[in-house]
Antibody
């Protein structure tokens, strides 16, 4: 069965960086994209961007351009999302999810990133 | 960006009764070349990730009970739960995947009366 297993919770200071991993199993990794979505406490869902696991092409949300980098390691079927220059409003649960075209069909369990001084 | 607007924000329904959630997009998500609406519905229970319920506006994901149905086209869509069960208590989101940035509605919280 399709599984996306994310790395554990992180606590970071403002200005620091965080890198979240997402290990995929149960399907051919390079046949799908990976998208990242975040959810601030008690809030809705915000799309952060997408990466093709086939060729590494990316598409980032405009508001995060310059602060976010998404990568994949096809040898381990793992996707990564790095967010830099963290601010308090980056505190959120970060989800990776599998994308078929642009349709999000399977989600990881989420990683809580807390930004606090 | 395509703005997705859901209504109501919250909904309280008796067990066994019908629940209806509306979703409106700021522009059409119907792709004319294949006549498909690029609209999905998800449910999210507390402490869990979202789960795909419906895609192409009306196609149920495998394993989703048939009490869940989606309808609509263009800019106006509806998710209907025909007979609400206790396990359906959740927040429901619509989402367009017609163009990036992918965007979600604000969510509708469904509770039992």
């Amino acid at each position: 069965q399709v599984q996306l297993v994310q790395s554990g919770a992180e606590v970071k200071k403002p200005g620091a960086s965080v890198k979240v991993s997402c290990k995929a199993s149960g399907y051919t990794f390079t046949s799908y994209g990976i998208t990242w979505v975040r959810q601030a406490p008690g809030q809705g869902l915000e799309w952060m961007g997408w990466i093709s696991a086939y060729n590494g092409n990316t598409n980032y949300a405009q508001k995060l351009q310059g602060r976010v980098t998404m990568t994949t390691d096809t040898s381990t079927s793992t996707a990564y999302m790095e967010l830099r220059s963290l601010r308090s409003d980056d505190t959120a649960v970060y989800y990776c999810a599998r994308c078929k075209g642009w349709l999000i069909d399977y989600w990881g369990q989420g990683t809580l990133v807390t930004v606090s001084s | 960006d395509i703005v997705m607007t859901q209504s109501p924000v919250s909904l309280t329904v008796s067990l066994g009764e019908r629940a209806t959630i509306n979703c409106k997009s700021s522009q059409s998500v119907l792709y004319s070349s294949n006549n498909k609406n690029y609209l999905a519905w998800y449910l999210q229970k507390p402490g869990q990730p979202p789960k795909l319920l419906i895609y192409w506006a009306s196609t149920r994901e495998s394993g989703v009970p048939d009490r869940f149905s989606g309808s609509g086209s263009g800019t106006d869509f509806t998710l209907t739960i025909s007979s609400l069960q206790a396990e359906d208590v959740a927040v429901y989101y619509c989402q367009q995947y017609y163009s990036t940035p992918l965007t979600f509605g604000g969510g509708t919280k469904v509770e039992i009366k």
